[in-house]
């Protein structure tokens, strides 16, 4: 948060429009109970494709299916985009990110998917659901890693699409350098391309494929599946949707009911809403996951075919082909339900939005960079006893002691200021100085440190970002540079007790050299935060566990 009250509206009051904002006040609370699920079931059919081997016939009778309905989402070329700061695995495999979302559209079938609010089939859709499933190189573990639909973001500049047709428009939305989305109006902006950008700004991680299902799309895979078996903790009563399971116990439940399971958001009894759905739906994709694989399904030819042509049939995917899974399936060898781990990305109510998620800033950086570094995180079967320790000192040994490069166009640095001086308003002051030599600092770009931390100024980064970083260092004499693991494209400007507030003006496309301190981030307290065993919830898909 600032270093000081604000006088100018959050992003989200203070533009004229916010994607999907006036339909989330006028439409009813129904229209707010999203299907969660849907993209649980999507997940369930990869790791099928992952974990099995079919008949040609089946192979052939999906090719058609999946190829048919593809989009436009990969971003290739996005500069959000972090570089590993630790060697990859041994091998010539490479890990995989892969986006599953669900769409909230109501078009179509889907106006009649358990919703009594149709008001959605004029070709606004929000993704109530993200999922990044991250494949390790070693084919060892899948780490799953739930994203709220409700997660404060950086808006990201995107083409815009109509959802009834799927097609991008050559279009820019407007947005601004201080705008900010709850992370699923990203789908009704741009559609899957808007929303792996958003995901892709937010985590730091190439997303390699895509795959998106919508309502009918769930219930056809789980009543493909002749129903599913799962365990509910007790009974589920939704303000909403009502009775969902009368009672609670192990018991098998067909598509309209699995859907109810997985979209409540109004549960009685629920203290947080949206996390308590996520891990509803976490535990009925392990439920789906240990059934789809066991032989009941896998040795019933029909079934099988079943559940995969309801999935290519129901699913929009980018860059997935069955060869594609059929090269992973066999890439994997063998893989068990319990090297498949779920996480629920680390957030807090936002101080900025009422309703909305910030993201958890003490505990996020440690998992992106985990990810990021293909490691595995802690609660999972292939993490080693060591936490999850991420820093400075990797991403330092990669920058040289004077690092050098050439300044870019101050406007275009994303850049966050953290007043650790002690002294009140530093940060704003900072922020009035640099704007007036051409950044684009806003109030939301602005924080407090719990405690003088530093003498001057230092300018932390990723490596791959240095040139944005000697930038700042130019713009703020006596900065030294502070490379860390956890920022992405973003540079952080921590202004120390000594800080005399100079700042200089500082023009693009000039070489210059900067002092690295390669202690600097550790000593701060600010650099990327541990995680160990507990600090994170895990669900592993091979535990027997209630919903």
């Given at each position: 948060m600032s270093d000081e009250p604000r006088d100018v509206p959050s992003p989200?009051?203070?533009?004229?429009?916010?994607?999907?904002?006036h339909?989330?006040?006028?439409?009813?609370?129904?229209?707010?109970?999203?299907?969660?699920?849907?993209?649980?079931?999507?997940?369930?059919?990869?790791?099928?494709?992952?974990?099995?081997?079919?008949?040609?016939?089946?192979?052939?009778?999906?090719?058609?299916?999946?190829?048919?309905?593809?989009?436009?989402?990969?971003?290739?070329?996005?500069s959000n985009v972090s570089a590993a700061t630790a060697a990859p695995a041994d091998g010539s495999l490479e890990a995989e990110n892969i986006l599953l979302l669900g769409s909230d559209t109501r078009s179509g079938v889907n106006g009649d998917a358990g919703n009594s609010d149709s008001s959605t089939s004029d070709g606004v859709a929000n993704s109530d659901t993200l999922m990044v499933a991250h494949i390790s190189a070693d084919r060892q573990h899948v780490t799953v890693l739930s994203i709220p639909r409700d997660t404060w973001v950086d808006a990201p500049t995107?083409?815009?699409?109509?959802?009834?047709?799927?097609q991008l428009s050559a279009t820019d939305y407007p947005v601004s350098a201080a705008d900010q989305w709850h992370v699923n109006w990203a789908y009704s902006v741009g559609g899957p391309q808007c929303t792996v950008r958003a995901v892709q700004d937010?985590?730091?991680?190439?997303?390699?494929?895509?795959?998106?299902?919508d309502f009918s799309g769930f219930k056809n895979m789980v009543d493909a599946l002749g129903g599913i078996t799962v365990n509910v903790c007790g009974p589920i009563i939704d303000r909403e949707l009502q009775t969902v399971v009368e009672d609670g116990g192990v018991q098998t439940i067909a598509g309209e009911q699995a859907l109810n399971l997985v979209r409540a958001r109004n549960v009685i009894g629920d203290t947080d809403s949206d996390l308590a759905r996520i891990r509803r739906q976490q535990i009925v994709l392990s439920s789906i996951l240990q059934q789809v694989t066991s032989a009941g399904t896998l040795f019933n030819p029909s079934k099988l075919d079943g559940f995969l042509q309801a999935f290519v049939q129901n699913t929009f995917t980018d860059n997935v082909t069955i060869d594609d899974l059929v090269a992973l399936a066999?890439?994997?060898?063998?893989?068990?339900?319990?090297?498949?781990?779920?996480?629920?990305?680390?957030?807090?109510?936002?101080?900025?939005?009422?309703?909305?998620?910030?993201?958890?800033?003490?505990?996020?950086?440690?998992?992106?960079?985990?990810?990021?570094?293909?490691?595995?995180?802690?609660?999972?079967?292939?993490a080693s006893e060591t936490p999850t320790t991420p820093g400075a000192s990797t991403a330092a040994t990669t920058a040289s002691e004077d690092g050098s490069g050439v300044t870019v166009d101050p406007a275009t640095v994303k850049l966050t200021i953290?007043?650790?001086?002690?002294?009140?308003?530093?940060?704003?002051t900072a922020m009035v100085e640099l704007n007036g030599h051409g950044f684009a600092v806003t109030e939301n770009d602005l924080q407090l440190a719990d405690a003088p931390a530093r003498a001057a100024a230092t300018v932390e980064y990723t490596p791959e970002n240095l040139d944005a970083a000697l930038t700042v260092a130019a713009a703020v004499p006596g900065a030294t540079l502070a490379p860390t693991g956890q920022l992405g494209s973003k540079v952080r400007l921590v202004l120390g007790e000594a800080f005399d507030g100079t700042f200089t003006s500082?023009?693009?496309?000039?070489?210059?050299?900067?002092?690295?301190?390669?202690?600097?981030?550790?000593?701060?307290?600010?650099?990327t935060p541990t995680l160990s065993s507990g600090e994170l919830p895990a669900i592993n898909a091979g535990d027997a566990l209630c919903a």
């Open positions: 989200a009051t203070g533009r004229t429009e916010t994607p999907g904002q339909r989330q006040h006028a439409h009813s609370a129904t229209h707010g109970l999203l299907i969660a699920g849907r993209v649980a079931v999507a997940l369930v059919a990869v790791v099928v494709l992952l974990i099995t081997g079919w008949e040609w016939s089946i192979k052939a009778r999906a090719d058609s299916g999946i190829l048919s309905r593809s989009v436009n989402a990969i971003v290739s070329d996005d995107c083409k815009q699409w109509d959802a009834n047709t799927g937010l985590t730091g991680l190439q997303i390699d494929r895509v795959i998106g299902i066999q890439s994997f060898g063998t893989l068990d339900p319990s090297l498949v781990t779920f996480f629920t990305l680390p957030t807090t109510p936002s101080s900025s939005d009422d309703g909305a998620l910030d993201v958890d800033q003490s505990k996020a950086p440690a998992i992106f960079d985990a990810l990021l570094n293909d490691r595995a995180l802690p609660g999972e079967p292939a953290v007043n650790a001086t002690g002294r009140p308003g530093a940060a704003t500082v023009t693009a496309g000039v070489t210059v050299t900067g002092s690295v301190s390669p202690d600097s981030a550790a000593a701060s307290g600010s650099g």
